[in-house]
């Protein structure tokens, strides 16, 4: 009995003992995490740049904004050096009044301190994004910085630093003659200033990528053009020791704003990157523009003669591009609407197809789906279904959500119902009746499917039907 008990009470106390919270004073618990010194020393370093530049322009330094990207806060920790180690820390002030009132000062640690190694002047009153990239092939990833000048108004400049000499890490007054260096000596070299574009969703119009698949990385430049004539994208890679224009690309003609910018890749073995543009006609329409290279040229592969692309939005504007498949493929929504049967509208019911284009610029049907985006969910449609089908809603149970399929028999004729799917409250489970199947059920929905009585064979069955259900997932809105 003695050895019972010995065996279950040693375990617990080593669980005690090991968790500590025996042993320490409650304020301890309480107690802020410590600072690590590094920290401290940044902080100070920044103090002083700070204060340097209130003596100097007579005006209290604020942090500057960024608005948008991968990169938003105020000091951040990045490999400039391509070294896989983050030695450098990056911050962002801004001096109201004056001339490039926006100051990004780059530090790196010295020995015991932190010392200003690079400094990038700018325009405007907040920096839209920024992005680190290698570009020249050589020293340190430059900066691309889209500079907000006014609301609507956006600026790219690209800046290296490899101008800016480095202390010697080994020397012991390396810190010493840093920090003894002029502004001016520390400042980096504009590379490119060019006019850019912002989504009205808020995606940059600025982006980088290997786009020529050379092993080196490129700019791609979105401009929206006022009179809706000549919108492009620009591509501007490094040539002749200089960041050059080397491509250009028309989006669609007549556009009136640009809602979407999103980076993915053409089907096929070589994953060739793709741009994606969702831009408004001036009818309320959308079109959606490709632009990547296509047999070693940078094109937009859904242009068609008249300037203006094939993939062309109408009457339905809720969906966006998207992986579908999960394919890892971007596919393009081409909506149409069913038809309707007595008093219904069919302006809510339309089936999508969805295609993508390869690597050679050829544009490949991949699927037809039903998308029920106010109830988060979608059904891929077989093929035999296509101008068979006619969709409806029952919402009379409170709580409870009903999509109806039906078989379409002409406009004289009452459409046959041959499959109901639901969405419900998972509160409401005792709704799910004995002849339904469940689809799905998260957290706080139950999804559920019925077949009815039907002389149609939809070809369909339970497990059909699983297979072809699913939820949205709201990262493919947000990407």
Not at 329 to 348: C, D, I, K, Q, W
């Amino acid at each position: 009995m003695k050895r019972k008990w010995t065996s279950l009470v040693l375990p617990a106390a080593l669980v005690l003992l090991l968790s500590g919270c025996l042993f320490r004073a409650p304020g301890d618990l309480y107690r802020q995490p410590e600072r690590s010194i590094g920290y401290e020393q940044l902080n100070a370093a920044i103090r002083t740049v700070r204060v340097g530049l209130e003596a100097e322009f007579g005006v209290q330094v604020e942090d500057a904004s960024i608005m948008s990207g991968d990169n938003t806060a105020n000091i951040q920790l990045q490999d400039l050096d391509g070294d896989g180690q983050r030695e450098s820390a990056v911050t962002f002030l801004r001096m109201p009044g004056i001339e490039k009132p926006i100051r990004i000062y780059i530090f790196s640690r010295v020995e015991e301190e932190y010392v200003v190694t690079g400094v990038v002047e700018g325009e405007g009153n907040a920096i839209y994004t920024i992005d680190y990239a290698q570009l020249n092939g050589q020293g340190r990833k430059e900066l691309a910085v889209n500079w907000q000048i006014s609301n609507g108004a956006y600026q790219l400049g690209v800046y290296t630093l490899d101008g800016v000499e480095l202390p010697d890490e080994a020397a012991e007054e390396g810190g010493a003659q840093m920090a003894g260096r002029s502004r001016m000596d520390l400042t980096g070299t504009e590379l490119l200033l060019t006019r850019c574009s912002v989504a009205s969703d808020g995606s940059s119009g600025c982006r980088l990528l290997d786009m020529d698949r050379d092993v080196r990385t490129e700019v791609l430049v979105t401009r929206m053009d006022a009179s809706g004539l000549s919108s492009q994208v620009e591509l501007y890679g490094w040539q002749d020791g200089a960041l050059e224009s080397t491509a250009l690309a028309d989006l669609s003609a007549g556009i009136t704003a640009i809602n979407r910018i999103r980076i993915n890749r053409l089907a096929g073995e070589y994953d060739q990157p793709a741009l994606y543009v969702t831009s408004t006609l001036a009818d309320g329409g959308r079109v959606i523009d490709v632009l990547a290279y296509v047999d070693g040229a940078f094109v937009n592969a859904a242009l068609d003669n008249s300037g203006v692309s094939r993939e062309m939005i109408q009457g339905y504007t809720e969906i966006n591009p998207t992986d579908v498949n999960r394919d890892e493929v971007t596919e393009l929504p081409s909506p149409y609407p069913l038809p309707s049967y007595g008093e219904s509208s069919s302006s809510n019911f339309w089936l999508i197809d969805w295609a993508q284009y390869d690597e050679r610029g050829y544009r490949n049907h991949v699927l037809t789906s039903y998308h029920n985006v106010s109830d988060g969910w979608y059904l891929e449609i077989p093929e035999n279904w296509r101008d068979q089908i006619t969709i409806s809603r029952n919402d009379q149970v409170t709580g409870r959500r009903e999509v109806v399929f039906s078989h379409w028999l002409g406009e004289e004729r009452e459409p046959e119902p041959f499959l109901s799917i639901y969405r419900m409250s998972s509160s409401r489970s005792s709704s799910v009746e004995e002849d339904w199947m469940v689809l799905r059920e998260d957290e706080n929905v139950i999804y559920a499917a019925r077949f009815h009585n039907s002389a149609w064979d939809s070809g369909l069955d339970e497990m059909d039907l699983l297979d072809r259900f699913s939820t949205i997932q709201r990262s493919w809105y947000n990407e």
